[in-house]
Every structure is written in C-alpha cells, then in structure tokens.
C-alpha cells in the first residue's frame, strides 16, 4: 500500500509564505514518475497546481501560481514540496498530492488527505 500525506496549511495573511510537504511511504518504487499537486476551493472543480517529474526534475506550473510557487522533492525522504510565496486570498483551497503517473495531468494512482490553505486579505 501506498500512503501520502500532506502537512504545512494554515492561515496566512496575502503576501505571505507557506510550505506543504507530501511524504510517501510504503510501496514507493511508483511505475509513473510524476507527481503533482492539486487544489480545490468551495464551489469550485478541482486543478492541477503544479507537477514535478520525479527522474528528471521537470516541472509544470499552472499560470495562476507562475513565479509564486515552487515544486521540489527529496528523493532520499521520499517527500515533495510546494513552496508558496506571495500567497494571495484566490490561493486559499484543501491543497492534495497526488503520485504515479505518467503524466502532469494524471491519471494519478494515489491521493493524499488535503491540507488546507486559507489566505486572508
């Protein structure tokens, strides 16, 4: 089995800063090497955020979160990173992880909880 969590929401004040993490354990020898982060806010579908190519160390970004956002992992933790700067109150969403795939846009195999995000102006 395959578990993923998140950590690191909060509230935070526009223009600040916080770091979700993402930790896989158990089975993590994944067959797809993507893995991404997603966001869902009330009333809303949920959207890519970013992704990262677990080999390479490529990386997409979602034009709303370009230049604020950086993805990044640690192989060795088995753990991905969302670094959000310059947060703004359009961030605020349950922020998920999501591991094995193939490509940015999925299909993912596993999920994690959400952690959520509120930006206040």
């Known amino acids: 089995q395959v578990q993923l969590v998140e950590s690191g929401g909060g509230l935070v004040q526009a223009g600040g800063s916080l770091r979700l993490s993402c930790a896989a354990s158990g089975r993590t020898l994944f067959s797809g090497y993507v893995m991404g982060w997603f966001r869902q806010a009330p009333g809303k579908d949920r959207e890519l955020v970013s992704a990262?190519?677990?080999?390479?160390?490529?990386?997409y970004y979602a034009d709303s979160v370009q230049g604020r956002f950086t993805i990044s992992r640690d192989n060795a933790k088995n753990t991905m990173y969302l670094q959000m700067d310059n947060l703004k109150p359009e961030d605020t969403a349950v922020y998920y992880c999501?591991?094995?795939?193939?490509?940015?846009?999925?299909?993912?195999?596993?999920w994690g909880q959400g952690t959520q995000v509120t930006v206040s102006s």
């Open positions: 999501a591991g094995d795939s193939r490509l940015y846009r999925g299909p993912y195999q596993y």
């Open positions: 990262i190519n677990w080999r390479s160390g490529s990386t």
